[in-house]
Nanobody, 115 residues
Framework: QVQLVESGGGLVQAGGSLRLSCVAS????????MGWYRQAPGKQRELVAT???????NYADSVKDRFTISRDNAKNTVYLQMDSLKPEDTAVYYC?????????WGQGTQVTVSS
């Protein structure tokens, strides 16, 4: 059984930074892919960034050059460094993991960016 626990959300002014963390428990294969999604009020959940165990990274165009995803395989932890935050980044951010697709999800952490 895989459990994902996020932390690091909060309220920040536009232009500020936050760092999200997600600690995972589970088998090595279950955590091959890890990533972050977000869901804003009234909108569908969308991909933010993903990273494989081997370090292959993918970003949504809307966050490229502002967000950085990383992971510590020894700690089963994935991070999302968010810089130059904008009000449109306001959403619940979810950690996700899986062997190929994302089948495990965290409870989410709220990020609110004020203008």
């Amino acid at each position: 059984q895989v459990q994902l626990v996020e932390s690091g959300g909060g309220l920040v002014q536009a232009g500020g930074s936050l760092r999200l963390s997600c600690v995972a428990s589970g088998s090595r294969s279950s955590l091959n892919r890890m990533g972050w999604y977000r869901q804003a009020p009234g909108k569908q959940r969308e991909l933010v960034a993903t990273i494989t165990r081997g370090g292959r990274i993918n970003y949504a165009d809307s966050v490229k050059d502002r967000f950085t995803i990383s992971r510590d395989n020894a700690k089963n932890t994935v991070y999302l460094q968010m810089d130059s935050l904008k009000p449109e980044d306001t959403a619940v951010y979810y950690c996700a993991a899986g062997p190929l697709g994302f089948v495990y999800w965290g409870q989410g952490t709220q990020v609110t960016v004020s203008s």
